[in-house]
């Protein structure tokens, strides 16, 4: 059994903090929150296609209809863990069921499988439903034993499972005394039998679904400040492996980061948005201290999931900026024949918050730049006056010389090897 990404990278930085390593995650547990849209748009399917389904004609159209059904959710989940980009695939206890206990998935893979451990009512996005404005409450349909084993009785003095052993669990702060009070006794709750059942487990922490009477501006250290609280009372075996939050920016990431170098902070995706506004984030959180990102309807809305997968990797691992990861993600969608949901020029903008008032900043730069590297996980810009339009510098032995790669070069390099692979 080849040893899981998960595990090593984190066994890195638990020697080393700096460690150049980043977690990404794909949360593919969207049918504990929407319900038949969990599965997502039906404008990419695996590559074993559509699966059968009925849908009377003189009612209505698969088309119309729009979503994929959970047969075709679990084909594109599978041929995700065989691409083996990802560390962690998050998903649902009954979906992990199928795809872990009964099907081994993940036995000869480096990815992990994960589970999400609870879901409290700010997640209950159904159609119609009004539990979304409506001050969040814990709640757990899934047990531990079910992750584990499949069964509410596991052999806990094994090491390992036939389950997933890993498990999110995500709690939501109010500035409501009773009900923060309820969301951390039934954290405590899980806490405490997630340790005596050897279950590992990260921690997601989202911002009020409700008014708080906290200024966004001020989210951040509102949600920093609950969350070392919380953990302090908490030993290190009960402790999550990392945390997954919203990015409030750069000044809150990386005061969070630097408060306690043994504590893993990571990001998570939200809203789908644009392709830009995802690489940007993951750049951008990765710039400023987050060693981990979990997308879920970032990548479950993509175009091309695993193109688009490639790409977040390319960009942690500083091989291609996020404006140029955007262009090629386009030119593979160009060469794949899908018609991408927005237009070039409209990918190319940023509409989250956050990100935009960071890229006006970036605006004032010079125009003319034409290459860029990263050092430290710093941008250091300087114009060497290559011609974009020529091909890529090469070694004498006809590799890619990536030392002498302008940005722009090294986003034609990408863009190429990625296209030729899903050609």
Known sequence: MPTKSLDEKLARLKVDKNAKVFIIADAKDADMAYGIRAPGPRYFLSSSGARPAQFSPE?????????????????????????????????????????????????????????RANDATDIWAVRHGSYLKQPAQPFRSASIGHIQCGKIECDWSKDEFPGANLGLY??????????????????????????????????????????????????????????????AGVAEAGRPLFLKIVYHGPRFLE??????????????????????????????????????????????????????????????????????AVKAYHAILEKSGIKPRLPLEKDLELTDPTLKADFIKASARPKNVLNVTRNKNKEHVKNDGADQSQPWPVKPDGSPDFEKMTSAQRAVYYTSRIKNKFD
């Open 59 to 115: 009612v209505w159209t698969r088309n119309e209809f729009g979503y994929r059904n959970i047969p075709e959710f679990l084909d594109i989940i599978r041929e995700i863990v065989k691409q083996g980009i990802v560390d962690i695939m998050l998903m649902s206890a009954s979906v992990n069921e199928q795809l872990t206990i009964k099907e081994g998935l993940f036995k000869d893979s480096t990815v992990t499988p994960a589970a």
């Open 255 to 324: 005061e969070l980061v630097q408060y306690d170098p043994n504590l893993i902070v990571g990001i998570l995706g939200g809203s789908a948005g644009t392709t830009h506004d995802a690489f940007k984030l993951i750049y951008d959180a990765q710039k400023y201290g987050a060693r981990v990102a979990l997308y879920g309807r970032k990548i479950n809305h993509a175009e091309h999931q695993l193109a688009f997968i490639e790409l977040l990797r390319l960009i942690v691992e500083g091989r291609i900026l996020p404006i140029e």
């Open 170 to 231: 995500s709690i939501t702060f109010l500035n409501d005394l009773d009900r923060d009070r309820q969301t951390l006794l039934a954290f405590k709750e899980f806490r405490e039998e997630a340790e005596r059942k050897r279950f590992k487990y990260f921690l997601e922490v989202f911002d009020p679904n409700v008014p708080s009477g906290v200024p966004n501006e001020k989210l951040g250290e509102f949600i920093n400040d609950n969350i070392v609280r919380s953990l």
